[in-house]
C-alpha cells in the first residue's frame, strides 16, 4: 500500500471513531460489547483451530517450557564480515 492509501485510510479511522464519539454512550457501550465479544469468538475459533499466532512472545519466565518445532538457518556475509541467523518455530 502507498503512503497516499494509509493516509487516507487513517483519515477514514478518524473520521469513524469521532462518530463512535458522537454517539449516546449507552450505544457506544453496545458496540463496543459487540466488537469485543466478536474479538473473542475469533480467537477462540483461531485456537481451537490451532491458527492462533501471539506474535513476538517474551522466553524464559518461570515456569514456562518451549520446544523448538522447526529452524530456518540464514548466512549472511557483508564486506568482510560474515554471521549466521537461526529463525525458529516454537
Do not use: P
Request: net charge positive; no cysteine.
Amino acid at each position: 500500500m502507498n503512503n497516499r492509501g494509509r493516509e487516507r485510510d487513517s483519515n477514514q479511522m478518524s473520521k469513524f471513531l469521532n462518530r463512535i464519539l458522537g454517539m449516546r454512550v449507552h450505544i457506544q457501550n453496545a458496540l463496543f460489547r459487540y466488537f469485543s465479544d466478536t474479538l473473542e469468538e475469533l480467537v477462540r475459533r483461531a485456537k481451537r483451530d490451532k491458527r492462533l499466532d501471539l506474535g513476538i512472545m517474551d522466553l524464559g519466565t518461570t515456569g514456562q517450557n518451549m520446544e523448538i518445532t522447526w529452524t530456518k538457518s540464514f548466512d549472511n556475509r557483508f564486506l568482510t564480515d560474515s554471521s549466521e541467523v537461526h529463525l525458529h518455530k516454537a
